[in-house]
């Protein structure tokens, strides 16, 4: 929680200046100014640094063209959607939620669905359905995650599921509103090298089209569309490392995942 700020009272009349203190520090700031620009010489002599760097604003290509419309913040809608079939939690802890109904419950309302966040293909669909224990070997849903991504103070539910075929992975994650109805925040579907979270951030992280370089998903909480969203997106270029040793790319040992991330594939 951000400290608030201190209250500012106005009394109505300008602050006094004091013309004699500001002149000091102006001339003050004009002789360090002077000694940059200048320099001294071994004499103790001024002598030129050389022409100093000029300033440019970014020269905007074809100004007179009609630029995109950005939506209108009415536009913006919530996110969130309820969980069909899953009652309120009393408790107001989503642990007390039994994350494979919440899987069946989605799936089965979304059965129909090849493409899209809740597209799914049919042999997946049947192992979610034959699935009695998550993170195991015969189940496609993976072990789930309990992290606060919203600030509440209250952790979320976050939960992968395989696709049989192999790579792609159906990313959800879940909450409880001030009632207790469980509500989902996020649903995506992904090719990860690896998923993390830090500072409520989620990062996935994907192989790039262009060899070398992967890319970087950044998912926050929106409180005005009350989902995760995507706050940005980056490309970035990765050096293959032995443990321990820098990569070029991130100027940090590599270390092995903290307990905080969850790595694509691998075990459950």
């Not at 004009?30 to 760097?53: I, K, Q």
């Not at 919440?102 to 669909?125: F, I, L, N, P, Y």
Request: charged fraction near 25%.
């Amino acid at each position: 929680m951000r400290p608030s700020r201190p209250a500012v009272h106005h009394t109505g009349r300008r602050p006094l200046r004091r013309p004699g203190r500001r002149a000091g520090i102006m001339a003050g700031l004009l002789a360090g100014a002077a000694v940059l620009v200048t320099g001294c010489g071994n004499g103790h002599e001024a002598v030129p640094a050389g022409p100093a760097a000029t300033a440019s604003a970014p020269v905007i290509l074809w100004p007179e063209r009609k630029p995109a419309k950005l939506p209108a913040e009415q536009d913006l809608k919530a996110t969130a959607d309820p969980v069909p079939g899953i009652g309120r939690v009393r408790s107001m802890d989503i642990r007390d939620v039994k994350p494979l109904d919440v899987v069946k419950a989605e799936v089965r309302s979304h059965a129909g669905e090849r493409s899209g966040a809740d597209g799914m293909d049919v042999q997946t669909v049947q192992a979610v359905e034959d699935c009695t224990a998550p993170g195991t070997r015969t189940c496609p849903v993976r072990t789930p995650q309990y992290h606060d991504l919203t600030g509440n103070g209250r952790d979320e539910l976050i939960v992968g599921i395989d696709f049989v075929d192999g790579g792609y992975l159906a990313l959800r994650a879940y909450t409880l509103d001030d009632h207790g109805k469980l509500l989902r925040i996020l649903a995506t579907i992904a090719n990860p090298l690896s998923i993390e979270i830090t500072r409520r951030e989620l990062i996935i992280r994907e192989p790039s089209d262009t060899p070398g370089y992967e890319l970087r998903t950044f998912w926050a909480w929106d409180s005005r569309r009350q989902g995760l969203a995507i706050r940005g997106d980056e490309v970035r270029r990765v050096e293959r490392a032995t443990p321990g040793t820098v990569s070029p790319s991130h100027g940090v040992p590599r270390e092995p995942a903290p307990s905080g991330s969850a790595q694509g594939g691998g075990g459950r």
